[in-house]
Nanobody, 125 residues
Framework: QVHLVESGGGLVQAGGSLRLSCGGS????????MGWFRQAPGKEREFVAA????????YLIDSVRGRFFISRDNAKATLYLQMDILKPEDTAVYYC??????????????????WGQGTQVTVSS
């Protein structure tokens, strides 16, 4: 069992930055592939980014590449999403999730066994 808690969301103007954190507890955090997903109002939840257990490889969707950066600190059992040059279309509830070792870079929600409760990010124009 892995318990995940997101923090760092909030209201920011377009062009601004936020850093989301996801703290993990329970089974060994460093063995899991980790991902960020988001769900905008009236839309399906979508994949945003993923990172391998060691942090050596990252995956991001095209719409955020170059603006968002995913990283992790296994010693602190924490996952991060640095979000720069935010746009109104980035407004969503952001969720972190954990997937087993075999799901490297997975963008599929069903591959992720554990989820946080979500944190709201609102970008004003």
């Amino acid at each position: 069992q892995v318990h995940l808690v997101e923090s760092g969301g909030g209201l920011v103007q377009a062009g601004g930055s936020l850093r989301l954190s996801c703290g993990g507890s329970g089974r060994i955090f460093s063995t899991y592939n980790m991902g960020w997903f988001r769900q905008a109002p009236g839309k399906e939840r979508e994949f945003v980014a993923a990172i391998t257990p060691s942090g050596s490889d990252t995956y991001l969707i095209d719409s955020v590449r170059g603006r968002f950066f995913i990283s992790r600190d296994n010693a602190k059992a924490t996952l991060y999403l640095q979000m720069d040059i935010l746009k109104p279309e980035d407004t969503a509830v952001y969720y972190c999730a954990a997937a087993g070792r075999q799901y490297i870079g997975s963008k599929y929600q069903d591959d992720y066994a554990y989820w946080g409760q979500g944190t709201q990010v609102t970008v004003s124009s």
